[in-house]
């Protein structure tokens, strides 16, 4: 079994900051890539930004300069610096991990269960 546990949303003013936190646990063999994807009511989920197992990352447009994602190997976590936040960036977070679990055959994406992030204007 392997969960995700994210941390680090909340209330923020526009322009301001915040740090999200995901950190993998469990029977975990190998993670590939790790990633943060967002989603708001009655919209698909969309990719933020993702960082393989040897650090290159992929950043969506609509956050690029803005975010970044950093990756800690040897603790199975992934972060997410979020700078000049808008309104619009006000949704759901969640983490994702692509994981090998010991005694699996494949690789599967495994999720967080979201992190509330609120932009005011």
């Known amino acids: 079994q392997v969960q995700l546990a994210e941390s680090g949303g909340g209330l923020v003013q526009a322009g301001g900051s915040l740090r999200l936190s995901c950190e993998a646990s469990?029977?975990?063999?190998?993670?590939?890539?790790m990633g943060w994807y967002r989603q708001a009511p009655g919209k698909q989920r969309e990719q933020v930004a993702t960082?393989?197992?040897?650090?290159?990352?992929n950043v969506s447009d609509s956050v690029k300069g803005r975010f970044t994602i950093s990756r800690d190997n040897a603790k199975n976590a992934v972060y997410l610096q979020m700078n000049s936040l808008k309104p619009d960036d006000t949704t759901v977070y969640f983490c994702?991990?692509?994981?090998?679990?010991?005694?699996?055959?494949?690789?599967?994406?495994?999720w967080g269960q979201g992190t509330k992030v609120t932009v005011s204007s």
């Open positions: 960082i393989s197992s040897d650090g290159s990352t």
């Open positions: 469990g029977s975990i063999f190998s993670i590939r890539n």
């Open positions: 994702n991990a692509r994981v090998l679990a010991f005694r699996a055959t494949a690789f599967r994406d495994y």
